[in-house]
């Protein structure tokens, strides 16, 4: 009653998916569940992990956390990710290594420093 699509990372069954990449050891999966069906994988616990709902709606562990599509959730540590179909849904899951970079914003862009943010602006003013 699921489907995993695993488009980076590899799961605790083996499979593999085509993007690697050992600096943030990426994960995205894309997991779709029928409704009442349960999904329960452990990740490693030093990544950072978030949940986005496409379609239906799903709990989150034992926090009881429920979500809807068009919703997120940023997980908290630990390894194990539990969730619930609450409804047959259709979610992504996806994790890093967190890459501890500085982080500067401003309109459409995020860079790791100011400069690089006004360069960013000077280059988009330079193509219009």
């Keep these: 009653g699921s489907q995993l699509k695993v488009i980076a990372g590899t799961t605790g069954q083996g499979t593999r998916g085509v993007i690697q990449n050992a600096v943030t050891e ?52 630990g390894d194990e990710v539990v969730v619930d179909a609450a409804r047959a849904c259709r979610f992504l899951l996806i994790a890093g290594k967190p890459l501890n970079e500085p982080v500067e914003r401003a309109g459409p862009f995020v860079m790791n420093t100011r400069a690089e943010i006004e360069q960013a602006f000077a280059n988009k003013s330079e193509k219009a």
């Design 26 to 77: 990426p994960v995205f999966w894309d997991v779709t569940l029928l409704q009442d069906n349960h999904f329960e994988e452990t990740l490693a616990a030093t990544h950072n992990t978030f949940i986005y709902v496409m379609e239906g709606a799903l709990t989150i562990g034992n926090t009881h956390k429920s979500l809807v599509a068009g919703q997120l959730a940023v997980l908290g540590s």
